[in-house]
């Protein structure tokens, strides 16, 4: 299996609702980072969260990190239809530059 | 301040032809990764440029991915020859050189998809 595993792969909910998504890794990491890619376009980098940090808020974004489980959340408080894109988080492997990405959870939000 | 940039957006071509695919990172950027997406998969490293020297290649698939970053500016990634499992999105980003940092944003580009029929 992938690091940077993200579940589920795909979430569909209505707007206004909060929406969770999950990521686990296997390698120790430096930081871990969640980023959105609408349709046809490039990767939006959304926050970063550092090895010795355990949550992080960006506006309507919470993103926590359990460095023992190997595992990162992603909270979308309030979604709007505007949300509907996909997400990946993508870790950065200690002593590596480049980032690991998973999957992504397919996130859509219903009007 | 630009973003990364790259072009073509879109890229369709024969299998056997040869495609030249450009990356222009963030000015200031020491920094210049190539992923690439194949449809259904994870987004995945292809290189890793510092300036003009490549850093980590380790993820370039096979003989036919050549990249180059010549002045240590903009990189080009061509295939030759393109095969039907080459198809997909192909990533640039760019970061800042952070010396003894363990921080490491990557900005990236908007992708260039590759189709190869």
């Known amino acids: 299996s992938q690091q940077g595993e993200e579940d589920p792969q795909a979430l569909s909910i209505q707007e206004g609702e909060n929406a969770t998504m999950n990521c686990s890794y296997k390698t120790s990491i430096n930081n871990l980072q969640w980023y959105r890619q609408n349709s046809g376009r490039g990767l939006v980098h959304l926050i970063l969260?550092?090895?010795?940090?355990r949550e992080k808020h960006s506006g309507r974004l919470r993103v926590t990190l359990d460095t023992s489980k190997k595992s990162s959340s992603l909270l979308i408080t309030a979604s709007r239809a505007a949300d509907t894109a996909s997400y990946f988080c993508a870790t950065a492997p200690s002593g590596a530059q480049k980032l690991v990405f998973g999957q992504g959870t397919r996130l859509t939000i219903n009007p | 301040e630009a973003g990364v940039t790259q072009f073509p957006s879109h890229s369709v071509i024969e299998k056997g032809q040869t495609v030249t695919l450009r990356c222009d990172p963030i000015s200031g950027h020491d920094n210049l990764y190539w992923y690439r997406r194949v449809m259904g998969k994870e987004i995945k490293f292809l290189l890793h440029?510092?300036?003009?020297?490549?850093?980590?290649e380790s993820g370039m698939p096979n003989n036919r991915f050549l990249a180059e970053r010549t002045g240590g500016t903009y990189s080009t990634l061509k295939v030759q020859p393109a095969e039907l499992e080459d198809s997909g999105v192909y990533f640039c980003a760019s970061s800042q050189e952070r010396g003894g940092s363990s921080y490491n944003e990557q900005f990236f580009g908007p992708g260039t998809r590759l189709t190869v029929l």
């Open positions: 440029f510092v300036k003009e020297s490549k850093q980590d």
């Open positions: 969260i550092r090895s010795n940090e």
